[in-house]
T-cell receptor, first 113, second 108 residues
Framework: DSGVTQTPKHLITATGQRVTLRCSPRSGDLSVYWYQQSLDQGLQFLIQYYNGEERAKGNILERFSAQQFPDLHSELNLSSLELGDSALYFC????????????FGEGSRLTVL | GQNIDQPTEMTATEGAIVQINCTYQTSGFNGLFWYQQHAGEAPTFLSYNVLDGLEEKGRFSSFLSRSKGYSYLLLKELQMKDSASYLCAVSYGQNFVFGPGTRLSVLP
């Protein structure tokens, strides 16, 4: 158990819909990272937050947004969903310094039909 | 830009040794990580290198050459459970970027 909690574990929805994925980092970790992993693909970095502020942005679509709340949990919002958004979405946390390892949650598997 | 390369697939025999290579080009470097990922599961941390040289951790070792932008993960005494994807990741600035991963199949 990494200590990172993601909900929901599985989600099935239709094209055009909007979903919210939630992540609770390990106790004490200030940084939260979101990654997308499509079938048989690598981890694609979406966005990073540190103590409530956006720190780095990857190839995140405009239809996607995220935030980190004062209690340090984070939410990833995906809207106007398309078939190609079907993927595993991982949240990872770290203490903050980029020299520390990332601890991954179990992921949220999104299926868009 | 950031670029990390790894072989897509490798096959090895149970009990053997396998070396998975990783080359990287990043603007800035804080360290290099190796993660193991079984299909459909979360990546788990294997090793971390920040200085040149070899880091040994049981059956797994990782090597780094910063001047060459090169690392490898060495797996000894392969077991069937080592069949997984192995991800090379570089930490730079405030970010971690992952390579495409190498899918290792261990055959009996």
């Amino acid at each position: 158990d990494s200590g990172v909690t993601q909900t929901p574990k599985h989600l099935i929805t239709a094209t055009g819909q909007r979903v919210t994925l939630r992540c609770s980092p390990r106790s004490g970790d200030l940084s939260v990272y979101w990654y997308q992993q499509s079938l048989d693909q690598g981890l694609q970095f979406l966005i990073q937050y540190y103590n409530g502020e956006e720190r780095a942005k990857g190839n995140i679509l405009e239809r996607f947004s995220a935030q980190q709340f004062p209690d340090l949990h984070s939410e990833l919002n995906l809207s106007s969903l398309e078939l190609g958004d079907s993927a595993l979405y991982f949240c990872a946390s770290s203490v903050g310094a980029p020299t520390g390892e990332l601890f991954f949650g179990e992921g949220s598997r999104l299926t868009v039909l | 830009g950031q670029n990390i390369d790894q072989p897509t697939e490798m096959t090895a025999t149970e009990g053997a040794i396998v070396q998975i290579n990783c080359t990287y080009q990043t603007s800035g470097f804080n360290g290099l990580f190796w993660y193991q990922q079984h299909a459909g599961e979360a990546p788990t941390f294997l090793s971390y290198n920040v200085l040149d040289g070899l880091e040994e951790k049981g059956r797994f070792s990782s090597f780094l050459s910063r001047s060459k932008g090169y690392s490898y993960l060495l797996l000894k005494e392969l077991q069937m459970k080592d069949s997984a994807s192995y991800l090379c990741a570089v930490s730079y600035g405030q970010n971690f970027v992952f390579g495409p991963g190498t899918r290792l199949s261990v055959l009996p």
